[in-house]
């Protein structure tokens, strides 16, 4: 699952900028490059960039990426200078479908030399590292991870800011296949429609549920959770977990829920190319603010042997431990 980011970094690191006053230079600079993209005037934004910028980003790129930002977000409506991180001016940005951090760098020449575009971030998010609550896995029998870990090779997740320490679960016969027959059917993968349940006591505050679930192989690119539950922990930690079959869960938002009870059931929705859970956690609710928390299980099973307060990592079959 793979969160939606444009960042383009072109720039020379100069000297430290360690003044929190809007500098007049960078003002004018942003208020023309806001009015520009605005007005579609990409044309006026290349001629603003340093010649540099120019070699590393030719005219025909600038225009698409522009062009491609505008599509997705739309036009720029408010804008609010927050800091210098580094050489870069950061501004708060308000898009019609969107929010973020535009971080604009220019040389002594006023030109631009450096332009940054990603999710905006508040600076005052709680900082968490992993999780202190005790879980138990959020499913019954032997499922097995087929992404998970703190490698790009172990799991694609970790470029994602909000996703980097997620799991992705499926269950497996003594093949090493997930499904049965030909696979083209929701209903020959072996976790489509198991039960998911709650891995600790906390309350439910977001429930998503409704959107269909796809033929396996085609995705849904347009809400990329799918249908989505997030569950609130007492030490304000965000369990989320992604891909419930379509009309399955069972809790509401707001509701109280205990450890090992039913949320609903897996399925194949959103950005999903088969049945399988999504799961992660996060320090905040909001996924496009949030950032990912190392999770660990309280006791479980990891290849047939007991493990304490463990994080699975890709290909390994793991289970709760037998009470």
């Not at 989320?240 to 399925?267: E, M, P, R």
Request: proline share 3%; glycine share 6%.
């Amino acid at each position: 699952m793979k969160k939606y980011l444009i960042t383009i970094l072109l720039t020379t690191f100069m000297n430290f900028a360690f003044g929190q006053t809007e500098k007049i230079a960078n003002k004018s600079v942003a208020d023309s490059f806001e009015v520009n993209y605005n007005a579609d005037n990409f044309d006026a934004i290349f001629s603003s960039f340093s010649t540099e910028m120019q070699n590393a980003l030719p005219l025909d790129k600038t225009k698409e990426f522009l062009a491609g930002l505008k599509t997705q977000a739309g036009k720029i409506t408010k804008r609010q200078f927050v800091k210098y991180e580094q050489t870069y001016a950061s501004y708060k940005t308000n898009f019609e479908r969107a929010l973020f951090a535009v971080n604009i760098s220019v040389d002594n020449n006023s030109k631009i030399n450096g332009l940054f575009v990603k999710p905006f971030k508040e600076s005052n998010l709680p900082k968490l590292v992993r999780n202190t609550t005790k879980l138990i896995l959020p499913f019954k029998d032997e499922w097995t991870v087929i992404w998970g870990g703190d490698t790009k090779e172990l799991n694609y997740h970790v470029e994602s800011e909000a996703q980097k320490n997620a799991f992705d679960i499926v269950i497996t016969d003594t093949k090493g296949n997930s499904y049965k027959s030909n696979g083209k059917a929701n209903e020959d993968y072996y976790a489509f429609g198991k039960d998911l349940i709650a891995p600790c006591d906390g309350e439910v505050v977001l429930v998503v549920d409704g959107v269909k679930d796809n033929v396996p192989g085609v995705l849904n690119p347009v809400y990329v959770p799918g249908n989505t539950v997030i569950i609130k922990t007492q030490n304000n930690e965000y369990l989320f977990f992604a891909h419930f079959k379509q009309h399955s869960i069972v809790v509401k938002q707001g509701q109280k829920i205990k450890q090992g009870q039913l949320l609903g059931l897996c399925g194949n929705s959103g950005n999903s190319s088969e049945p399988h859970l999504h799961f992660h956690i996060q320090n905040v609710e909001d996924m496009n603010s949030a950032t990912g928390v190392k999770c660990y299980f309280d006791k479980l099973q990891v290849n047939g042997q007991t493990k304490t307060d463990y994080s699975p990592i890709q290909k390994e079959s793991i289970s709760n431990e037998k009470k």
